[in-house]
Structure formats: structure tokens, C-alpha cells
């Protein structure tokens, strides 16, 4: 770690503060568990004895952090291709804003999730962005290796599949990418 990076320990109680946070959702339209069984799967985990490392970083896994907004890309497609060609093909961000470390994987020898520090590439991602990935990460990936299940990326699987849910139910304000 470098100077000007942040650790944070979450214990049961502060990690259901942040998950109420980060999932800003209209509880009218959308209540966050829609089946019981849901609920279970998603808590079970955080009452865990395990502690789950939160730090900051330029980099994780070997990749700098970066954020490249729609406007940034279709900037430098645009000289190559054209204005109205990089408008066509350019429809979302590019980023890379958070890593989850096993047990194994971390210095700590326990969970860790690693989010950028915002000095370096990816100082420009918006803050909605990166509690969508905060989301992500501490309840797409580390509740489930917690747990025991299979936690990491599968190519359209279950793990994937619920890091989408949870990233649709952590709100951004309109606008924001």
C-alpha cells in the first residue's frame, strides 16, 4: 500500500449500514428481496465471524484502475473514424474501478476488496459508478466466497448473473455515467 490509501474493517453492523447505502433503491417500486429465500442467501453470509478487507489502490491483479467516460471514447475514436461513427459505436463507459481477492490471493490472508484511490486514471469515475462497484464487489463477489460458493466471474453464470442484480438495484442518479 501507498501513502494516502484507505483500509477499512467492516464489522456486521457497519456493513449493513454501507449495503443500505449503496443500494439506493426505491423500496416502493423495487424492495431489495423479492423472495425469502433471497434474504437468506444474501445475509447468511454476513454473519460470518470472517472480516472482509476494504483498501485503496492505483492498481489491483496486476491492472491500473481507469474510468473512460462515452464522451472520452468517441474523443479519441473520433479523429480516426469520425464524430458520427464513434457516436455509433461507442454506448457505454470503459473502466475497470475494483478487484475482490480471495484468502489465497490477498496479503491480508483473508477477503479484500480493492478500489481505486482516485489519483490515478481513474480519478474521473463517478461516484455513483463507484458505488455500483462497491456493490459489486462486497455483495457479488466476497458474500458469496464467504459463504463458500463460487465467487468469481463465470461467463454469463450464476455469479454473474447476481453481480447484474445487484449492480440494477445499487441506483445512480439519472445522468450519471
Given at each position: 500500500m501507498t501513502n494516502g490509501d484507505v483500509i477499512l474493517t467492516l464489522t456486521r453492523e457497519e456493513s449493513l449500514v454501507l449495503f443500505d447505502c449503496l443500494s439506493n433503491i426505491d423500496r416502493a417500486k423495487s424492495p431489495p428481496f423479492?423472495?425469502?429465500?433471497?434474504?437468506?442467501?444474501?445475509?447468511?453470509?454476513?454473519?460470518?465471524?470472517?472480516?472482509?478487507?476494504?483498501?485503496?489502490?492505483?492498481?489491483a491483479l496486476g491492472a491500473d484502475f481507469f474510468y473512460q467516460s462515452v464522451m472520452d471514447q468517441v474523443n479519441a475514436l473520433a479523429p480516426s473514424i469520425g464524430f458520427k461513427e464513434a457516436m455509433t459505436l461507442v454506448t457505454h463507459p470503459s473502466f475497470y474501478l475494483g478487484a475482490t481477492l480471495s484468502p489465497s490471493e490477498s496479503a491480508s490472508g483473508g477477503w479484500e476488496i480493492i478500489l481505486p484511490n482516485k489519483l490515478g486514471a481513474a480519478r474521473s469515475a463517478p461516484h455513483c459508478q463507484?458505488?455500483?462497484?462497491?456493490?459489486?464487489?462486497?455483495?457479488?463477489?466476497?458474500?458469496?466466497?464467504?459463504?463458500g460458493?463460487?465467487?468469481?466471474?463465470?461467463?454469463?453464470?450464476?455469479?454473474?448473473?447476481?453481480t447484474k442484480v445487484i449492480e440494477q438495484r445499487t441506483v445512480c442518479s439519472s445522468g450519471a455515467q
Open positions: 423479492s423472495h425469502p429465500s433471497e434474504k437468506k442467501v444474501l445475509w447468511k453470509p454476513v454473519n460470518s465471524p470472517k472480516r472482509v478487507l476494504v483498501s485503496t489502490g492505483k492498481s463507484m458505488a455500483v462497484t462497491t456493490a459489486h464487489e462486497l455483495y457479488g463477489h466476497v458474500l458469496l466466497g464467504v459463504s460458493r463460487p465467487w468469481k466471474h463465470d461467463d454469463g453464470g450464476p455469479v454473474d448473473n447476481q
